[in-house]
Structure formats: C-alpha cells, structure tokens
C-alpha cells in the first residue's frame, strides 16, 4: 500500500517562501515519476509541477513557472517543492502524488 504524506503548509505573507515535502512508502518511489497539485476553495484541482524519476526533468504551470522548484531525494523518498515568492492566489491545499496515488494534502494560505 503506497503511503504519502505532505508536510510544510501554513501561512505566510505574500513574498514569502515555503518549502513542502511529501515522504512515500510502500513503493518503489526511485521508479517513478512524482507530481504536486493544488485544490483552492470552489476550485477544481489542478496541475502545479511534475518530475520524472531521476530528477533532471521537470515541468511547471504557467502560473508557477519562474517562482516553484520541484525536486527529489530517491534515497529518502522524498519530493519537494521550494515556492517562492508567494501571491494569495497560490492560496489552497497542496497535493502530493504517484500515479494513482494522493496523499492528504497540506494547507498553503498566503496573506495579502
């Protein structure tokens, strides 16, 4: 049973930086391509950053492109996503996922 779990939400000020991780297990996480993807009030999830399974390929919404990183430590099972410069539109819950996989999600609020 894959496992993941998302930690690093909270609230900050516009400007400001995050930095999320979400910990797999049960997988063989090194084979796989990884995702992150949001949800904002009355919205429909959506697409945020994705990276292939060695990490040296990544691509990125329009909206985040220049302001989010994503990354991975295979040995840790572990994905990343740095953003910075946050507005209050990138205001919702942040999902992890592993191709059929979600894991909980972790809650980004950014003040204006």
């Known amino acids: 049973q894959v496992q993941l779990v998302e930690s690093g939400g909270g609230l900050v000020q516009a400007g400001g930086s995050l930095r999320l991780s979400c910990a797999a297990s049960?997988?063989?996480?090194?084979?796989?391509?990884m995702g992150w993807f949001r949800q904002a009030p009355g919205k429909e999830r959506e697409f945020v950053a994705f990276i292939n399974w060695g990490g040296d390929s990544a691509r990125y919404a329009d909206s985040v492109k220049g302001r989010f990183t994503i990354s991975r430590d295979n040995a840790k099972n572990t994905v990343f996503l740095q953003m910075n410069s946050l507005k209050p539109e990138d205001t919702a819950v942040y999902y992890c996922?592993?191709?059929?996989?979600w894991g909980q999600g972790t809650q980004v609020i950014v003040s204006s």
């Open positions: 996922n592993l191709g059929a996989f």
């Open positions: 049960g997988h063989t996480f090194s084979s796989y391509a």
